[in-house]
């Protein structure tokens, strides 16, 4: 068995040439004695498919990050016309303005000569607790409060007059429980950004507040002058 050319075929399984319908194995030189059924044809080779690219993960609809909302849009604040003359000034705000002078005019009429009399007095060992049930003492003491309290109150009832004659938002009457400076303050800043005026009541307590620091000044002058006398006649009785 040859090829066209001459050469042996390789070794394989070939059609038996005894005409039988097996096949017969060919060792390359001769035929051997080892028949077998023939095989049927292998199917062409199919070219593997491209290897596909990896997707990305895009997760489902429960993993989507949520939509960033815009940022809600501020109203601005519409004041309504109120008129040539609104009634900003209420009788509530000038309460408020004028309340420290009734702290003021207890303290200018409290005695500090007394109070450095009793205080250091050798005839009682209770010169401090006597000092304690003089009046104005009392008053000085617990008059701070009653203002701090009317204060908080008359802000209130500012508050609710203003919203009353159409000021839109008006400065909160809140404030007030910090000082009534504040409140005044951040009234008068709201209401003239409302309305276009309202700074007499800031004005009014400026002028409140001017006297009673010159009241303070006075008292304390005077308080140091009358200790500095009392220094004097301790020192004096002690040397003779």
Do not use: C
Not at 162 to 171: D, E, N, Q
Not at 177 to 193: D, P, S
Not at 196 to 216: E, H, M
Request: hydrophobic share 45%; charged share 10%; proline share 10%.
């Amino acid at each position: 068995m040859s090829d066209m050319n001459g050469n042996n075929p390789a070794p394989g399984w070939y059609p038996d040439p005894g005409g039988s319908s097996q096949q017969r194995w060919w060792d390359g030189t001769q035929w051997t004695g080892y028949l077998q059924e023939p095989q049927p044809p292998m199917p062409p080779v199919q070219p593997l498919p491209a290897p596909q690219q990896p997707q990305p993960y895009l997760g489902s609809y429960a993993d989507a990050a949520p939509i960033a909302q815009p940022y809600a849009t501020v109203m601005p604040i519409v004041q309504p016309d109120l008129g040539p003359n609104p009634k900003i000034y209420t009788p509530f705000v000038w309460i408020i303005v004028l309340l420290p002078l009734l702290t003021t005019i207890s303290f200018a009429a409290f005695d500090m000569n007394k109070y450095l009399h009793v205080s250091r007095s050798a005839a009682s060992s209770f010169g401090s607790l006597a000092m304690i049930g003089d009046p104005l003492y009392l008053l000085n003491a617990l008059l701070g409060w009653v203002v701090y309290g009317v204060t908080v109150w008359m802000a209130y009832l500012d508050w609710r007059a203003l919203g009353r004659i159409g000021v839109v938002r008006p400065f909160h009457w809140a404030w007030a429980f910090l000082t009534a400076i504040v409140y005044v303050i951040g009234r008068t800043v709201v209401v003239r950004r409302r309305v276009g005026k309202g700074l007499a009541p800031i004005w009014s307590l400026i002028g409140v507040y001017v006297i009673v620091l010159v009241v303070v000044i006075v008292k304390v002058a005077s308080f140091v002058n009358a200790m500095m006398d009392q220094l004097g006649t301790i020192n004096g009785t002690g040397l003779s």
